[in-house]
């Protein structure tokens, strides 16, 4: 009997590890939720494809938060590419990145430094290996102003967002 006992018991055990060990699986940490980018002084702003229209060269900009699928991307702590959430298109800051261009979306490639993005534990977006930063350009919270790239200062409120 206790021999049986022990028999179910164990069975028992490695059917609960089975599942423990099932369940982190299904929230795998290696496919990012999509998340809205909101500027750090109006939270009730997102970021977003101009029009939800997806080609090369269309405006990020802001807009008013509204759940609606250009204002999610997918990206992740630390380098990453910033995808447009459900397409092949990603945040790029052009060829020749400086202060004052205006950022868009393209499709997206792999190594390529116009895409190549890091967020900082200090809430701001930097193209990697350049010192630049996604920037609010000139503080204006105003629907359809397009973002741009300029140079990463800190303390720079228009460099500040949050990730949600
Ligand atoms: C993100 O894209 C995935 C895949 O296309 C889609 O299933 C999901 O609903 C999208 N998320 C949002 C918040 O739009
Ligand atoms: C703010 O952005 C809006 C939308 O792009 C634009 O029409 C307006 O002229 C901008 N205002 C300033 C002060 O830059």
Same mark, same amino acid.
């Given at each position: 009997?206790? /021999?049986?006992?022990?028999?179910? !018991? +164990? ?26 980018? @909101?500027?750090? /002084? ?8 101009? *029009?939800?229209?997806?080609?090369? /060269?269309?405006?990020?900009? !802001?807009?008013?938060? $509204?759940?609606?699928? $250009?204002?999610?991307?997918? !990206? ?10 459900? #397409? ?5 800051? *052009? +060829? +020749?990145?400086?202060? /004052?261009?205006?950022? @868009?979306? =393209?499709?997206?490639?792999?190594? !390529?430094?116009?895409?190549? =993005?890091?967020? %900082? ?15 609010? #350009?000139? *503080?204006?919270? %105003?629907? *359809? ?7 990463? #200062? ?6 500040? =967002?949050?990730?949600?």
């Amino acid at each position: 009997m206790i /021999g049986q006992k022990t028999l179910v !018991l +164990s069975i028992l055990a490695t059917t609960l590890s089975a599942l423990a060990l099932n369940l982190p699986v299904a929230s795998s940490p290696l496919v990012p939720a999509a998340q809205v980018i @909101k500027p750090g /002084g109006d939270m009730s702003k997102c970021l977003e494809v101009a *029009g939800a229209d997806y080609e090369n /060269g269309v405006p990020v900009e !802001l807009n008013d938060c $509204n759940g609606a699928a $250009n204002q999610y991307w997918l !990206l992740k702590a630390g380098e990453t590419k910033i995808q447009a959430n459900g #397409t092949n298109y990603c945040l790029d800051a *052009g +060829s +020749s990145p400086q202060s /004052g261009v205006g950022l @868009k979306i =393209w499709q997206c490639y792999d190594n !390529l430094a116009a895409q190549d =993005w890091y967020f %900082t534990d200090d809430h701001r977006i930097a193209l990697n290996h350049q010192s630049q930063c996604v920037d609010l #350009t000139n *503080g204006n919270f %105003t629907n *359809g102003n397009q973002v741009q790239t300029w140079d990463c #200062t800190t303390n720079n409120h228009n460099q500040y =967002w949050n990730l949600q």
